[in-house]
């Protein structure tokens, strides 16, 4: 069977994207809560399309480019969580969003001039959310910031402001954390805090929009949450295993890669290197202690440890690989979101062995 592909390829375990899928959506039910999936993880319309028959109630998409390629498949709910602020992506996102329900982020006093102009020259509203700043210092405006710029947003012509969001990831008290349960739960917490202070501004918040995969199930619990934005559960990889949010089990997207080298008993070379797995992840540091670039499946003591752009090289706790050439083996990313985007197609395989190609259709969008 392994022999139908060319390595590296990568591959995604049907079965287990459906059981992925079936387990956030149960949790998002369980607490009344809107799953809105983030779909930078695969970046394919049939598998955002198997999240929104299972109960999702539209797709979250990070770039502008991302949420062209999925209304083109037919998908009519799209929230864009990442500020858009020069005039001509906004003005390309004021015409999608009068061909379907699209949600915009903004973060800053300047982003929402720019798309409150531009709705206004269109003679439309745009639906837009504040993005909060929770602690982890990237996009999001914080403080008594936040408070003024969705005062001045309320009152903006142009603009329909319905929700609230922020992405915090593994942070507690502002700092890193491996506690899952008590990192969603604060992230939750806060967001509901601050639209419980805009309320009493007389500023009524209808959405509040938090979670991501290894939060999203204790956020969700939060009373007043409405929405989890979870991406990269579908397939999971060793960030969510090392931190008990997945099991190996549950991954459900890995690299076939093919053994072509052994110069030594103790090294052996891959045809899969830094343009086969992402190598965003930092290695042996908390919260996710990632040994090496991915798990080799079925070798305890294998270590992808170093790569090059072709070449990946594997070693052995052991002293000896036991390796050959011609060998293949199955590796799970660090991050599969950033690995995917490295490959043009994927190919779904299903429990008949049966394999079928598949694009990517929204890789490399990065406008």
């Known amino acids: 069977m392994l022999d139908f592909y060319k390595t590296p390829a990568l591959i995604i375990d049907v079965a287990r994207v459906e059981n992925n899928i079936r387990k ?3 949790i998002a039910k369980q ?5 809105r999936p983030h779909i930078k993880t695969h970046k394919i319309s049939e598998l955002a399309k198997m999240q929104l028959d299972a109960g999702a109630v ?5 770039k502008l480019s991302e949420a062209e390629v999925m209304a083109d498949a037919g998908i009519n709910d799209i929230f864009i969580a990442y500020p858009l602020i020069d005039k001509e992506k906004i003005e390309q996102a004021i015409k999608l969003g009068k061909k379907i329900r699209l ?11 720019m798309i409150s102009r531009v709705a206004r020259s ?7 959310r504040i ?6 210092k990237r996009t999001g405006i914080s403080g008594n910031d936040a408070m003024e710029l969705t005062k001045y947003i309320s009152n903006l012509p142009g603009l329909n402001l319905t929700g609230i969001y922020t992405y915090r990831g593994l942070m507690l008290d502002a700092k890193p954390t491996d506690d899952r349960e008590a990192a969603g739960r604060q992230e939750g917490e806060l967001l509901v805090y601050f639209a419980e202070k805009l309320k009493k501004e007389g500023i009524e918040i209808e959405e509040i929009s938090v979670g991501s995969t290894p939060t999203a199930e204790f956020a969700a619990k939060v009373g007043g949450v409405t929405e989890i934005r979870p991406g990269t559960y579908i397939f999971n990889d060793m960030m969510q295993v090392n931190i008990k949010s997945a099991s190996i089990d549950d991954c459900a997207a890995m690299v076939l890669v093919n053994v072509i080298s052994t110069p030594s008993d103790n090294i052996a070379v891959i045809d899969g290197g830094s343009k086969t797995f992402s190598t965003d992840a930092k290695t042996e540091v908390f919260p996710y202690f990632l040994k090496g670039y991915g798990k080799i499946v079925g070798y305890e003591d294998l270590i992808l440890d170093c790569m090059w752009e072709e070449h990946g090289v594997i070693s052995s706790s052991n002293g000896k690989t036991n390796l050959k050439i011609g060998q293949k083996l199955m ?4 991050h599969i979101c950033t690995t995917v985007n490295l490959h043009d197609y994927v190919y779904f395989t299903g429990l008949d062995s049966s394999s079928r190609k598949v694009r990517i259709e929204a890789r ?3 406008w």
């Open 331 to 334: 590796v799970i990313p660090n």
């Open 24 to 26: 956030m959506e149960q």
């Open 58 to 62: 539209g797709i979250t998409c990070a």
């Open 131 to 136: 993005e909060i700043d929770t602690g982890l």
């Open 364 to 366: 490399g969008k990065l």
């Open 103 to 113: 949600i915009l982020g903004v973060d800053s006093f300047e982003g929402a001039d």
């Open 122 to 128: 269109q003679d439309v509203a745009a639906e837009v």
């Open 31 to 35: 607490n009344r809560c809107n799953l």
